[in-house]
C-alpha cells in the first residue's frame, strides 16, 4: 500500500521560490511516475508536472518556464520548485502518483499525499 | 491542451436520487478517462478509470460510461457521504493532463 506525505514552507513573498517534498511510502518506487497537482482556493485541479525514478520528466507548459521536479531514489522522495512565485501561485499543492506499470503503463492518480497550503502574499 | 467541460458546475439532490454529471472532452479521447472524489479539506480520490472502470473499494452505485468526447458519471442512488466536488480527468495527451471543471453536489 502506497503512502505519500509531503511538507514544505507554507507561507511566500512575492518572487520567492517555493519548495515541496513527497516521500513515497511502500510500493515500488521505480514503478511509478509521481507528479505535482496544484488547487487555488475554490478553484478546480491543475496539473504541474511528473517525474520518473530515473528523472524523466514533463511539465505542465502554461508553467514550464517556473518548474523544477527532481528526484531522490535513495530516499524515496520527489520534489517541486517554483521559482518567481506571485499571488496566482496560490494553492493547496497536492504530490500524487501519475501512471504506474503493471505489464502495461495505466494512467491515474491513485495515491495522493495529504496536501501542502502555500500562500503567497507580500 | 483538451479542454474538459463539466456539467452542471454544481447540483442539488435528495437522498434516493439517481445523479448525472456528464463530461466533455475537446477532442477524442477514446477512453482516457477518470473520475474523482473531492470532500472539502481532503485530497481527491480516484472512482472511475478508463472511463467505465471501478476502483478497488469503491461502493458501486458509482459508475462512469462514455467513449470519444461524450462520458457520463452516475450516482444510482446518492447517500449522504457522497456530498463532495466531482472531477473528470483526461490522459489521451499527458502533457497537459487536464481537467474538467469540477461539480460540487449537495443534498437538496
Known amino acids: 500500500q502506497v503512502r505519500l506525505q509531503q511538507w514544505g514552507a507554507g507561507l511566500l513573498k512575492p518572487s520567492e521560490t517555493l519548495s515541496l517534498t513527497c516521500t513515497v511510502f511502500?510500493?515500488?518506487?521505480?514503478?511509478?511516475?509521481w507528479g505535482w497537482i496544484r488547487q487555488p482556493p475554490g478553484k478546480g485541479l491543475e496539473w504541474i508536472g511528473e517525474?520518473?525514478?530515473?528523472?524523466?520528466?514533463n511539465y505542465n507548459p502554461s508553467l514550464k518556464s517556473r518548474v523544477t521536479i527532481s528526484v531522490d531514489m535513495s530516499k524515496n522522495q520527489v520534489s517541486l520548485k517554483l521559482s518567481s512565485v506571485t499571488a496566482a501561485d496560490t494553492a493547496m499543492y497536492y504530490c500524487?502518483?501519475?501512471?504506474?506499470?503493471?505489464?502495461?503503463?495505466?494512467?491515474?492518480?491513485?495515491?495522493w499525499g495529504q496536501g501542502s497550503l502555500v500562500t503567497v502574499s507580500s | 491542451d483538451i479542454q474538459m467541460t463539466q456539467s452542471p458546475p454544481s447540483l442539488s439532490a435528495s437522498i434516493g436520487d439517481r445523479v448525472t454529471i456528464t463530461c466533455q472532452a475537446s477532442?477524442?479521447?477514446?477512453?482516457?478517462l477518470n473520475w474523482y472524489q473531492q470532500k472539502p479539506g481532503k485530497a481527491p480520490k480516484l472512482l472511475i478509470y478508463?472511463?467505465?472502470n471501478l476502483e478497488t473499494g469503491v461502493p458501486s452505485r458509482f459508475s462512469g460510461s462514455g467513449s470519444g468526447t461524450h462520458f457520463t458519471f452516475i450516482i444510482s442512488s446518492l447517500q449522504p457521504e457522497d456530498i463532495a466536488t466531482y472531477y473528470c480527468?483526461?490522459?489521451?495527451?499527458?502533457?497537459?493532463?487536464?481537467f474538467g471543471q469540477g461539480t460540487k453536489l449537495d443534498i437538496k
Open positions: 500524487a502518483s501519475s501512471r504506474g506499470y503493471s505489464s502495461s503503463w495505466y494512467y491515474r492518480f491513485n495515491n
Open positions: 517525474i520518473n525514478h530515473s528523472g524523466a520528466t
Open positions: 478508463d472511463a467505465s
Open positions: 477532442q477524442d479521447i477514446t477512453n482516457h
Open positions: 480527468q483526461q490522459y489521451d495527451n499527458i502533457v497537459p493532463y487536464t
Open positions: 511502500g510500493g515500488s518506487f521505480s514503478g511509478y511516475y
